[in-house]
């Protein structure tokens, strides 16, 4: 992982790492009962906590449908800036028009970016079969969570549209 990819997508390849591992996590820890870290002793509780399965797996899935493409269509170098201008509008419209629902499906929904940058920005295979396993298990809790995800984006973005773009 470089160093670009630490400091931009950092939250969301964790959410997806943890999902992947979590149940190695929870073996390791009942296995090594006696794990002293430094000062501080692991607090094991977290494993039994299945709310956070949902809320790694929402965070997963906003990297994978919103902030990995549109990191990918900053990055890339057939971006223009005229290509930003109408792409940001577009994500606007997209991130109030699209259901949560629709983001559980893992399919070039967000129009904003192109399907080659939404294909990049989706997670090794065994790192995706973990969202989709997760998705199955929780998905009313996860669109539960997209929704109020969606709808801060959605107020954040329509304030940096009107404030420095000076769209309406």
């Known amino acids: 992982m470089s160093l670009k990819d630490h400091r931009f997508n950092c939250l969301n390849d964790c959410a997806v790492s ?3 591992h979590i149940d190695d996590i929870a073996q390791y820890l009942d ?9 501080t002793i692991l607090d094991r509780s977290f494993i039994e906590m299945e709310v956070l399965k949902p809320i790694y797996t929402a965070i997963a899935i906003v990297g994978i449908h919103i902030l990995k493409p549109y990191h990918l269509l900053l990055l890339d170098k057939e ?7 109408s792409s940001f509008p577009k994500l606007h419209n997209n991130l109030l028009s699209i259901s949560p629902e629709e983001m559980l499906e893992l399919k070039h929904t967000f129009k904003f970016a192109s399907k080659d940058h939404f294909e990049k920005s989706l997670p090794e ?9 997760n998705i199955s298990q929780y998905s009313q ?3 539960q969570i997209l929704r109020l995800l969606l709808k801060i984006f959605a107020d954040g973005f329509a304030y940096q549209k009107e404030s420095i773009l000076g769209m309406v």
């Not at 971006?79 to 930003?84: D, G, I």
């Not at 295979?125 to 396993?133: A, F, N």
């Open 79 to 85: 971006t223009k800036y005229s290509t930003l201008l």
């Open 31 to 39: 296995r090594y009962k006696n794990v002293i870290n430094g000062i």
């Open 125 to 133: 295979k065994e790192l995706l079969s973990s969202v989709v396993e």
């Open 18 to 20: 943890i999902l992947y």
């Open 141 to 143: 809790e996860i669109c």
